[in-house]
């Protein structure tokens, strides 16, 4: 008859040393009281939900704030769009102030004649004054950056050399 050796393990279901196991082996080791670990259970759910909401509400506003953008763009876009359809009878110059007028029918035409020009009677309905850009936006005059004086240009320019 063979002799049954002892299981060293008396746990059947962990096999390791009892400083490994998931739950307590001795009687000496701390309790964990099922309330206990559903509590930390649902503290770590609140947590990880918490955090998780905080950085999905950052995101929407992030998205929020790029759809406002986007819409500017596009809004911008398109009134250049609307600029460069006018009628002009002249070769455009990036740098350069227009001045668009509207005809009686409601077409619109750029004219490098301001409302100054003609005595603050212009023969149509003045709509506006525009800077070409070199990207080839459009910036209404009195909102564009002023252009640098050429006589600085020039200054600047001889010191260089």
Same mark, same amino acid.
């Given at each position: ?10 746990? *059947? ?10 739950? *307590? ?5 701390? %309790?964990?009281?099922?309330?206990? &670990? ?29 759809? #406002?953008?986007?819409?500017?763009? &596009?809004? %911008? #876009? ?15 110059? *990036? ?8 005809? #009686? ?23 506006? %004054? ?13 909102? #564009? ?17």
């Amino acid at each position: 008859m063979a002799e049954k050796t002892p299981d060293p393990h008396p746990d *059947p279901i962990h096999r390791g040393d009892s400083r490994s196991s998931p739950y *307590p082996v001795s009687r000496l080791a701390p %309790s964990f009281g099922l309330v206990e &670990l559903a509590e930390q259970l649902e503290q770590a759910d609140q947590m990880v939900s918490g955090r998780a909401n905080a950085l999905l509400s950052q995101i929407a506003e992030q998205i929020r704030t790029l759809q #406002a953008q986007a819409r500017e763009v &596009l809004e %911008s #876009a398109h009134e250049d769009m609307q600029l460069h359809r006018a009628k002009c009878n002249f070769r455009k110059i *990036p740098g350069k102030v227009y001045h668009l007028y509207r005809h #009686a029918d409601g077409g619109l035409h750029f004219s490098m004649l301001s409302p100054q020009d003609w005595n603050g009677r212009p023969p149509q309905e003045f709509v506006g %004054s525009y800077r070409l850009e070199s990207d080839m936006s459009w910036v209404p005059a009195d909102q #564009a950056p002023a252009a640098a004086d050429p006589e600085l240009l020039q200054l600047l320019a001889m010191q260089r050399d």
